[in-house]
């Protein structure tokens, strides 16, 4: 693993050089997503959906997250002055986390992916736990994380279904975050307790997210969990203090997903989420396309 400085001035890597990302790169790094998903979706024959004007915004502004609460861990790869490929990741507590890694594909097979996780894994403290999501039909791409330690841990299963029938009885009731938000010390207790850490950052990002509202999961007017739902039924994330409690919360979030019109809902779990797993299937949702893996050291 290299050890690389934080400053912005660029180094040289043959045609390809290296530097921190600034605020007029966002767009750019959207854009190499935007071409790179692209030809990953052709090379296995199936059709991405088109960009949304939501999901633009939303996608600008986790990079806007990105610079303002973990600039050093966000590089860009530029060749002859344009941006070729990007990677940022956070630090919360001891996990990084890799959060996103492209490359344009006419780049791809020269170092630059490599170099740019490189450079985003220098910035973790030592002790730190390395995790990533990456998919399974990725198998370059997750040779060179397992080769800088982070293996593969378990498996994230993501369901499309109908938002249409009834949810199962529930003493759960959601109910809207308040204008000010959630108080940070719930949050960040549960976060601690179910995630491992806590992620203030990330409720801030989600809370300007267009189109995402957060609920608290409450039985008898006390908080025990949280949900964010988007208004066209996409599903988290979540957290419930209680494992017994995920099987009703993405029931009542799914009744919530049909009030705001949503014809279907989609939702990512964890493969030992056996009983949440086996209550999408009930509700004839059906597994999607494609399968991630959550690495970690």
């Given at each position: 693993m290299h050890a690389f400085g934080t400053g912005t001035d660029a180094t040289s890597?043959?045609?390809?050089?290296?530097?921190?990302?600034?605020?007029?790169?966002?767009?750019?790094?959207?854009?190499v997503f935007l071409v790179t998903q692209d030809a990953l979706n052709r090379s296995r024959g199936v059709s991405g959906s088109p960009p949304t004007a939501v999901s633009h915004a939303r996608s600008m502004l986790f990079r806007e997250h990105s610079r303002r609460h973990d600039p050093e861990r966000?590089?860009?790869?530029?060749?002859?002055?344009?941006?070729?490929?990007?990677?940022?990741?956070?630090q919360r507590g001891r996990v990084w986390y890799l959060a996103s890694?492209?490359?344009?594909?006419?780049?791809?097979?020269?170092?630059?992916?490599?170099?740019?996780?490189?450079?985003?894994?220098?910035?973790?403290?030592p002790g730190s736990i390395l995790t990533t999501i990456s998919e399974?039909?990725?198998?370059?791409?997750?040779?060179?994380?397992?080769?800088?330690?982070?293996?593969?841990?378990?498996?994230?299963?993501?369901?499309t279904g109908p938002t249409a029938g009834d949810s199962r009885p529930t003493d759960l009731q959601l109910q809207p975050f308040p204008a000010a938000g959630p108080e940070s010390g719930f949050l960040d207790a549960l976060d601690a307790d179910v995630v491992g850490f806590v992620r203030?950052?990330?409720h801030e990002y989600w809370a300007r997210s267009p189109?995402?509202?957060?609920?608290?999961?409450?039985?008898?007017?006390?908080?025990?969990?949280?949900?964010?739902?988007?208004?066209?039924?996409?599903?988290?994330?979540?957290?419930?203090?209680?494992?017994?409690?995920?099987?009703?919360?993405?029931?009542?979030?799914?009744?919530?997903?049909?009030e705001f019109g949503a014809a279907a809902m989609r939702v990512r779990l964890t493969g030992a989420s056996r009983a949440a797993v086996a209550a999408l299937v009930g509700r004839d949702a059906r597994l999607g396309d494609g399968m991630t893996l959550f690495l970690a050291s």
């Open positions: 890597d043959g045609l390809i050089s290296y530097r921190i990302a600034r605020d007029d790169d966002l767009l750019r790094t959207r854009e966000f590089w860009v790869a530029e060749s002859n002055g344009l941006v070729v490929g990007y990677a940022a990741a956070t890694l492209y490359v344009l594909p006419e780049f791809q097979g020269r170092g630059a992916g490599s170099e740019l996780l490189d450079r985003c894994l220098a910035t973790a403290p399974a039909a990725q198998p370059i791409s997750n040779a060179i994380y397992m080769r800088r330690g982070l293996v593969p841990a378990t498996p994230f299963l993501s369901f203030p950052e990330e189109g995402l509202h957060g609920y608290l999961v409450a039985r008898g007017g006390r908080a025990i969990g949280y949900v964010y739902l988007a208004e066209d039924g996409a599903i988290g994330p979540a957290a419930v203090g209680d494992a017994a409690d995920l099987v009703p919360t993405i029931g009542l979030a799914i009744a919530r997903a049909r």
